[in-house]
């Protein structure tokens, strides 16, 4: 089946560094999206890509949509320890029903 | 932002016994919900697409007669882990989706931590 390569699979830093995150697959997609997820909780939407080429912004989150429609990758500026969770992208390969195929995630740990 | 709840948010059971989850979309009306399991440290797992008034599509190797799934509304499915034994224990999370702006937009339920001793 579809899948999403995403990497690295942890990160541990220091509060106000930068960190960045990608995920790469061999099938094409119509959307891209990041979630986070919190310990016990469901994931949170942090940012949504509907055109290749497409940057988008979210506060300190940047993600881009990649040229090739196979790729993406979400950047965090200056780290702050609640940025610590596990960060997933998301794929979505048809416009009929939504599904979604879900990258291995990236745990981050930041360090005050 | 659109909210889904779940409920319950943890239960605990023991095996041989039935357990039913409930999604429900609180401020939209939901073209679909999807059903996920997650295992620690691991990703969500998707286990099957539900609509509202038809039959659940199960992904491969997700047994139906095992996870049953009710979709009785736009706004509500219900997952039923039947003859739950503690393998089935995990994280189950629920999504609902809308097509907005040529779109679909989903969002996730806080998910059902399901223990069965």
């Known amino acids: 089946g579809q899948q999403l390569n995403q990497s690295p699979q942890s990160m541990f830093i220091q509060e106000g560094e930068d960190v960045s995150m990608n995920c790469t697959s061999s099938?094409?997609?119509?959307?891209w999206l990041w979630y986070k997820q919190d310990p016990g909780e469901g994931p949170v939407l942090l940012i949504a890509?509907?055109?290749?080429?497409e940057l988008t912004s979210n506060g300190r989150l940047t993600a881009q949509f990649g040229i090739t429609r196979k790729d993406s990758f979400l950047n965090i500026s200056a780290s702050i320890p609640s940025d610590v969770g596990i960060y997933f992208c998301?794929?979505?390969?048809?416009?009929?029903?939504?599904?979604?195929?879900f990258g291995q995630g990236t745990t981050l740990q930041v360090k005050p | 932002g659109a909210v889904v709840s779940q409920h319950p948010s943890w239960v605990i059971c023991k095996s041989g016994t039935s357990v039913k989850i409930e999604c429900r979309s609180l401020?939209?009306?939901?073209?679909?919900m999807f059903w996920y399991r997650q295992f620690p440290k691991q990703s969500l797992m998707l286990m099957a697409t539900?609509?509202?008034?038809?039959?659940?599509?199960?992904e491969q190797g997700v047994e139906k007669d095992k996870f049953l799934i009710n979709h009785a509304s736009l706004t509500l499915s219900t997952l039923t882990v039947t003859s739950a034994h503690p393998e089935d224990s995990s994280f189950y999370i629920c999504?609902?989706?809308?097509?907005?702006?040529?779109?679909?937009?989903?969002?996730f339920g806080p998910g059902t931590r399901l223990t069965v001793t």
């Open positions: 401020d939209f009306q939901a073209t679909t």
């Open positions: 999504s609902a989706t809308f097509f907005s702006g040529g779109s679909y937009e989903q969002y």
């Open positions: 890509l509907y055109k290749a080429g």
């Open positions: 099938s094409i997609f119509n959307t």
């Open positions: 539900s609509n509202e008034g038809s039959k659940a599509t199960y």
């Open positions: 998301a794929g979505q390969l048809t416009s009929n029903t939504g599904k979604l195929i």
